[in-house]
């Protein structure tokens, strides 16, 4: 069965940085995209950016351009997601997705960020 | 950006009530509309995609209409695990875009 299993929680000062994994398993890891989406405390969904798990091209929200680097690891089948020069509103959690054509079908768990001094 | 505004950002509903929840976008999208459960402390949950297809396992209680910039998403008799917070989606182009959600409480 399809699974994406991430990273456990962080805690990280701010102006650090963090990198989440995301590791597939359950199909061919180069045949979907993955997503990155976060959610902040009692907030909403917000879409952070997208790898081709084939080729490697990516597309960031502008937000996010200067602070992130989504990489992947054919190899593992791992997807990996880096943020830096955390600020306090960077605390949320870290979702990674499994890019469809119908959508965001197979979600990892989650990974709990938290910035604070 | 493509804005996309849902509401009810809250409903309150009873066991077996048809419910509906409208999403509204600031520029047409065609019929690239997904439309996602979140349940407290679980990933977001793939309902429907592309305006009106149900995602493989989801029950036919929902469904899910509209194109253009008006959508909508109808639970047609609630059952005690539906309640949860929705989400609508536009694939049409990235940034890919959420609304703000709709938390369904139990009355």
């Known amino acids: 069965q399809v699974q994406l299993v991430q990273s456990g929680a962080e805690v990280k000062k701010p102006g650090a940085s963090v990198k989440v994994s995301c590791q597939a398993s359950g199909y061919t890891f180069t045949t979907y995209g993955i997503t990155w989406v976060r959610q902040a405390p009692g907030q909403g969904l917000e879409w952070m950016g997208w790898i081709s798990a084939d080729n490697g091209n990516i597309n960031y929200a502008q937000k996010f351009q200067v602070r992130v680097t989504m990489t992947r690891d054919t190899s593992t089948s791992t997807a990996y997601m880096e943020l830096r020069s955390l600020r306090s509103d960077d605390t949320a959690i870290y979702y990674c997705?499994?890019?469809?054509?119908?959508?965001?079908?197979?979600w990892g768990q989650g990974t709990l960020v938290t910035v604070s001094s | 950006d493509i804005q996309m505004t849902q509401s009810p950002s809250s409903l309150s509903a009873s066991v077996g009530d048809r419910v509906t929840i409208t999403c509204r976008t600031s520029q047409t999208i065609s019929i690239y509309l997904n439309w996602y459960q979140q349940r407290p402390g679980k990933a977001p949950k793939l309902l429907i995609y592309?305006?009106?297809s149900l995602q493989s396992g989801v029950p036919s209680r929902f469904s899910g209409s509209g194109s253009g910039t008006d959508f909508t998403l109808t639970i047609s008799s609630l059952l005690p695990e539906d309640f949860a917070t929705y989400y609508c989606?536009?694939?049409?182009?990235?940034?890919?875009?959420f609304g703000g959600g709709t938390k369904l409480e139990i009355k």
């Open positions: 989606q536009q694939s049409y182009i990235t940034p890919l875009t």
């Open positions: 997705a499994r890019n469809e054509s119908s959508g965001l079908g197979y």
């Open positions: 592309s305006t009106s």
